[in-house]
C-alpha cells in the first residue's frame, strides 16, 4: 500500500513514512493511492465483534508491512485500554431513527482520543525499532493538543510543542494542555485563532531546513493515520444499526473535516453510508461551501463550540482530490488561491461531486444552546456545543434511513455552555477532579515563525 500526495509532487510513501511524516514536501496531504475495500458478507461479519477487533480489520489493509499482525493487534489493544466505557464508541437513541454516536469516554473526553491513542502507540513502537528521535508540533482548537499531550508525555524519544489560540479555548481544555507534569510536554498559547496556529505550523513543515533539524512529525488530521483510526467507529455504528443490510445516515459537526472525511473513507471502502451531513457552527465556511460552490474564507467569530471556530480546512483538500478526479495539479492551483487570496471556485463537476457526496447545515448559537436544553430534557443526555450542533443539524436531515450524530466531546469539557443551556453543571470524572487544583505551565508566543522556531529547537532534548 502506497501513499501520495493531493498535490501530485511529493514521493510516494509506506504507511509508516506518511505516519512518521504529516505534511507532504510537496504542501499537500497523504491518501492511500487505491481505498481497499469490504464485501457485504466481511462487513456483516464485524457484526457483535470488539471494538479492537472491528478496528484491526478495516485498518489491516491500509498498513502494508509496517507491523505484523500480532504487534498491530497489540498496539490496538493497548491504545483503548485507557477508555472509560467497554464498548469504546456506544450508542444511544435519541429520537425514533436517530441515534447519537458518544466518542468522549477516551482519556481527554473527545473524539480525538481514538486517534491520538492509536498513533501515540503505532509511533511509539516504530521509533523503539529505528532508534529515531522526533520533534511533534501541533495545532490545536482546544481537544487535539490534550489528546497529543496524553499520548506522548513522558516519552524518552518524543518532544510535543502545542500551539493553542491564546484565550479561545474552554478552561477544562487549557488546564487539560498546561498541567502536564512531564518536561517533553510543551503548551504554547499564541496571539491568533486557530487558523494562526495551524498556519504556523504548516510553515514549520515547509520549511525544510528546520524540518529536518528537528526531526518535525505532525499529528493533527492533515496526518492519514489520524484519518484511519477514525474510519473504525463509522463500521461498528453502521453495523450495530443492520448495515451492511441496510444504509445509514452520519452527521459529523465539523471543524477541520477529519472526522467527515474518515466517513468519506469508509464509504469508499464499501460501508452503505447514505448521507454524511456536514454540521457547522456560525463559522460556516463548509456549509456555504457546498451552497454556494465557491469558497471564501471570513474572520472567525469565537463561539461556545470552539472545537470548531476554523475556516481553513485542511481535510478539505482531500475531498477535492476525490472531487476533481485525482488530479493534484487543480488541487495545487485551488490552494495556492486561497493562500494567495483566501478564495478559490471549484468547477461545475467538482461541486456536483462533493453535493452528491455530502449534505451540509449549521447551527447558531440560540439553535445550539437550546438543543442542549431540548435533548437533555427529552432523553436525559446532556450534549457537549459540538454535539449539539450535530443534532440540531442531523434534525433537519431526518427520514427514512436511521442517522447517528457524532457526539464528539464531554459536556464536562465545556461547563459553562452546558450550565447556560441547562442549569446544571456536568461533572468531570473521576481521573480529572483535581484538574483546576493542578499548577498550569505555559509560555505565551506571538504570532512569530521565526521566534516559534527558536524557542522549539532551544526546549526540545537533543
Ligand atoms: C476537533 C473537534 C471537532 C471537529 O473535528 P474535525 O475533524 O476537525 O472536523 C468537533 N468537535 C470537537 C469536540 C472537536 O474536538
Known amino acids: 500500500m502506497r501513499y501520495i500526495s493531493t498535490r501530485g509532487r511529493a514521493p510516494s510513501l509506506s504507511f509508516e513514512e506518511a505516519m512518521m511524516t504529516g505534511l507532504a514536501r510537496d504542501g499537500g496531504l497523504y491518501l492511500p ?98 532508534g529515531q528521535r522526533i520533534t511533534i508540533v501541533g495545532a490545536t482548537s482546544g481537544d487535539t493538543g490534550s489528546a497529543a499531550i496524553e499520548a506522548f508525555k513522558g516519552l524518552d524519544n518524543v518532544d510535543v510543542f502545542i500551539l493553542f489560540p491564546h484565550g479561545r479555548v474552554s478552561e477544562v481544555q487549557r488546564r487539560q494542555m498546561t498541567t502536564a507534569a512531564e518536561g517533553n510536554v510543551h503548551a504554547l498559547a499564541v496571539d491568533g485563532d486557530f487558523d494562526t496556529c495551524q498556519a504556523r505550523l504548516k510553515d514549520m513543515f515547509n520549511d525544510f531546513a528546520f524540518r529536518d533539524a528537528v526531526g518535525l512529525a505532525g499529528v493533527n488530521s492533515i496526518n492519514w493515520a489520524r484519518v484511519l483510526a477514525q474510519v473504525v467507529y463509522y463500521f461498528t455504528a453502521a453495523v450495530s444499526l443492520g448495515a451492511p443490510h441496510r444504509k445509514i445516515g452520519f452527521t459529523v459537526p465539523t471543524g477541520n473535516f477529519g472526522d467527515i472525511f474518515a466517513g468519506f473513507i469508509a464509504r469508499e471502502m464499501g460501508l452503505p453510508v447514505d448521507r454524511l451531513v456536514i454540521a457547522t457552527n456560525q463559522n460556516d465556511i463548509l456549509h456555504r461551501t457546498l451552497e454556494t460552490g465557491a ?20 481535510n478539505f483538500e482531500r475531498a477535492l482530490f476525490w472531487a476533481y478526479g485525482r488530479d493534484g495539479a487543480v488541487v495545487s492551483e485551488q490552494m495556492d488561491d486561497l493562500r494567495a487570496k483566501g478564495r478559490f471556485t471549484i468547477s461545475q463537476g467538482a461541486i456536483d461531486f462533493l453535493r452528491g457526496a455530502f449534505a451540509s447545515g449549521r447551527a447558531s448559537e440560540a439553535e445550539t444552546l437550546a438543543t442542549i436544553a431540548g435533548i437533555a430534557r427529552t432523553t436525559g443526555e446532556v450534549l457537549c456545543p459540538h454535539s449539539a450542533v450535530g443534532v440540531k443539524v442531523a434534525a433537519d436531515h431526518l427520514g427514512a434511513v436511521p442517522m447517528v450524530t457524532l457526539a464528539t466531546a464531554h459536556p464536562a469539557k465545556f461547563p459553562e455552555a452546558v450550565h447556560r443551556a441547562t442549569g446544571m453543571l456536568p461533572p468531570l470524572p473521576s481521573h480529572m477532579a483535581d484538574l483546576y487544583d493542578r499548577p498550569e505551565r505555559v509560555t505565551r508566543v506571538a504570532d512569530d515563525l521565526a521566534a516559534l522556531q527558536t524557542l522549539i529547537k532551544e526546549r526540545r532534548r537533543a
Request: aromatic residues 10%; proline residues 7%; without cysteine.
Open 33 to 130: 493511492e487505491t481505498v481497499p475495500t469490504m464485501a457485504p458478507d466481511e462487513i456483516a461479519g464485524l457484526a457483535g465483534l470488539r471494538y479492537e477487533e472491528v478496528a484491526f480489520r478495516v485498518m489491516r489493509p491500509f498498513i502494508g508491512d509496517a507491523f505484523t499482525d500480532a504487534e498491530f493487534r497489540a498496539l490496538i489493544d493497548r491504545a483503548y485500554a485507557g477508555f472509560g466505557h467497554a464498548a469504546r464508541a456506544p450508542l444511544v437513541q435519541l429520537a425514533p431513527n436517530h441515534f447519537l454516536l458518544e466518542l468522549f469516554h477516551g482519556p481527554t473526553l473527545a473524539f480525538k482520543d481514538f486517534a491520538m491513542q492509536l498513533i501515540g502507540q503505532l509511533m511509539q513502537a516504530a521509533l523503539e525499532r529505528s
Open 295 to 314: 469558497q471564501v474564507t471570513q474572520g472567525v467569530t469565537p463561539s461556545i463550540s470552539p472545537s470548531m471556530d476554523i475556516q481553513v480546512s485542511s
